[in-house]
T-cell receptor
């Protein structure tokens, strides 16, 4: 357990509105990740961070941005939500490369 | 990214051993093999990982082929709570980990 809290856990929003999902960790692990999970696609990496202000794109980053201004928080922003971004979003962290990943409980986002 | 191949689904009976296979024929010498599982309505959780030697922990065992092109996750005595999607992934020491679709394991009472 790496003390990950995701908020909000559930959100319904309308197309075109901005949305920010927050991932908060209590363990100060260096590496943090945002994944989305959709039926038939498994888990897909959106963005990841390897330190404060150090982020990079994953395999499905279009339409998403991230920020990490402090070690404990990793924010995922949808600037203008679309229905294709309806998904369950998982945050994860780990303290070192090759170490185990710890996941949060997920945030379910519905874009109408 | 290195790719793994797993069966889409498997079925087993309660209190019997379960062997979940994973093929990773393009594995590199320094890639670690990780296994995670995801219970319904939860985030994935770590199960086990290894490099070359077989590994055991309280949850499972990991058997790695001598050529490292395949591995098997072994649940020694399945319970209903082991019903989950199991993911085999290769950790190349890069910053990102890529998950496939995993194996959905069903446990029959």
């Amino acid at each position: 357990d790496a003390g990950i809290t995701q908020s909000p856990r559930h959100k319904v929003t309308e197309t075109g509105t901005p949305v920010t999902l927050r991932c908060h960790q209590t363990e100060n692990h260096r590496y943090m990740y945002w994944y989305r999970q959709d039926p038939g696609h498994g888990l897909r990496l959106i963005h990841y961070s390897y330190g404060v202000k150090d982020t990079d794109k994953g395999e499905v980053s279009d339409g998403y941005s991230v920020s990490r201004s402090k070690t404990e928080d990793f924010l995922l922003t949808l600037e203008s939500a679309t229905s294709s971004q309806t998904s369950v979003y998982f945050c994860a962290n780990r303290d070192r490369l090759l170490g185990e990943l710890f996941f949060g409980e997920g945030s379910r986002l519905t874009v109408l | 990214d290195a790719k793994t191949t797993q069966p889409n689904s498997m079925e087993s009976n309660e209190e019997e051993p379960v062997h979940l296979p994973c093929n990773h024929s393009t594995i590199s010498g320094t890639d670690y093999i990780h296994w995670y599982r995801q219970l319904p309505s939860q985030g994935p959780e770590y199960v086990i990982h290894g490099l070359t030697s077989n590994v055991n922990n309280r949850m499972a065992s990991l058997a790695i082929a001598e050529d490292r092109k395949s591995s098997t996750l072994i649940l020694h005595r399945a319970t209903l709570r082991d019903a989950a999607v199991y993911y085999c992934i290769l950790d190349q020491g890069a910053q990102k980990l890529v998950f496939g679709q995993g194996t959905r394991l069903t446990i029959n009472p």
